[in-house]
């Protein structure tokens, strides 16, 4: 039997042969490499698409057999995920700005915290959806603010 490729959770890998699968049932299976026993079972199953979810051992891998189409993708660089530039945050209710946690020419990655809005006595932290550098910061704490307001202006 001859290599093949896969990716587990992301990560490409070469997998050679020596690992044996027993299944229990439709569900359940152990898998002995090397010796050694890994209890696992099938979270998912989209083999049509090349794919697995698998919990082995209590850890939880994303397993998806790489094809030709899959590594013309690669080559084209078409499985490159586009990151969205941010150009401004506009307020998505009226409330109260409670505190901002970003400075004018702050460089921000997605998921960074820009700012907490109260609104309905809850306070919600909105973090960057893209990249981009504050240019502008239109609000102070304790500011009010309308829905559709802009609040932060970026590069």
Same mark, same amino acid.
């Given at each position: 039997?001859?290599?093949?490729?896969?990716?587990?959770?992301?990560?490409?890998?070469?997998?050679?042969?020596?690992?044996?699968?027993?299944?229990?049932?439709?569900?359940?299976?152990?898998?002995?490499?090397?010796?050694?026993?890994?209890?696992?079972?099938?979270?998912?199953?989209?083999?049509?698409?090349?794919?697995?979810?698998?919990?082995?051992?209590?850890?939880?891998?994303?397993?998806? =057999?790489?094809?030709? #189409?899959? %590594? *013309? @993708?690669?080559? !084209?660089?078409?499985? $490159?995920? =586009?990151?969205?530039? #941010?150009? %401004? *945050? @506009?307020?998505? !209710?009226?409330?109260? $700005?409670?505190?901002?946690?970003?400075?004018?020419?702050?460089?921000?990655?997605?998921?960074?915290? $820009?700012?907490?809005?109260?609104?309905?006595?809850?306070?919600?932290?909105?973090?960057?959806?893209?990249?981009?550098?504050?240019?502008?910061?239109?609000?102070?704490?304790?500011?009010?603010?309308?829905?559709?307001?802009?609040?932060?202006?970026?590069?």
């Amino acid at each position: 039997m001859s290599n093949h490729k896969w990716s587990f959770d992301g990560a490409d890998t070469i997998v050679a042969e020596g690992a044996v699968i027993k299944w229990d049932d439709h569900r359940f299976f152990t898998l002995t490499y090397k010796g050694q026993k890994f209890f696992g079972e099938l979270l998912e199953d989209q083999s049509e698409n090349n794919f697995l979810k698998l919990k082995i051992n209590h850890r939880v891998f994303e397993v998806h =057999k790489k094809g030709e #189409l899959d %590594e *013309l @993708i690669s080559a !084209m660089g078409l499985d $490159i995920p =586009k990151v969205r530039k #941010l150009k %401004e *945050l @506009i307020a998505p !209710m009226p409330g109260r $700005i409670v505190q901002v946690a970003v400075s004018i020419g702050q460089e921000l990655a997605i998921g960074d915290e $820009i700012l907490s809005l109260e609104a309905m006595k809850m306070e919600n932290v909105l973090k960057a959806e893209g990249v981009g550098i504050v240019k502008a910061i239109l609000v102070n704490a304790n500011q009010i603010v309308d829905k559709g307001a802009v609040l932060i202006e970026f590069e």
